[in-house]
């Protein structure tokens, strides 16, 4: 079970940190991903995390605002969201790969083995 936490409201330029809670996996036989999806618009990626020590992958134009982490102790994975702007309002998902499918497939939506539900982040003044 992936549980998504710290959305809501943020005013533009603003900076907001969703944690995702994972339980019923074994942590670190999993990498995870981090994915949005805009009113009105197909599902996008942000990334996927495998390790905190330079083993991420992000999409290109989500890099430089969004930074990934994960707490293997806790069980948990975040992504701190800086500079936010309108256009990342939108529903924000974590998902988990097994690790051996990652390194076969990438970071794909359409290869995660687990989804949370989701929530929402509205940037807006």
């Known amino acids: 079970q992936l549980v998504e936490s710290g959305g809501g409201l943020v005013q533009p330029g603003g900076s907001l940190t969703l944690s995702c809670a994972v339980s019923g996996l074994i942590f670190d036989r999993y990498v995870f991903g981090w994915f949005r999806q805009a009113p009105g618009k197909e599902r996008e990626g942000i990334g996927c995390?495998?390790?905190?020590?330079?083993?991420?992958y992000y999409f290109e134009s989500m890099k430089g605002r969004f930074i990934m982490s994960r707490d293997n102790a806790k069980n948990t994975v975040y992504v701190q969201m800086n500079a936010l702007k309108p256009e990342d309002t939108g529903v924000y998902y974590c998902?988990?790969?097994?690790?051996?499918?990652?390194?076969?497939?990438?970071?794909?939506?359409?290869?995660?083995?687990?989804w949370g539900k989701g929530l929402l982040v509205n940037v807006s003044s």
């Open positions: 995390i495998v390790t905190n020590y330079g083993d991420q």
């Open positions: 998902a988990a790969d097994h690790y051996a499918e990652y390194r076969h497939s990438g970071c794909r939506d359409n290869t995660m083995d687990y």
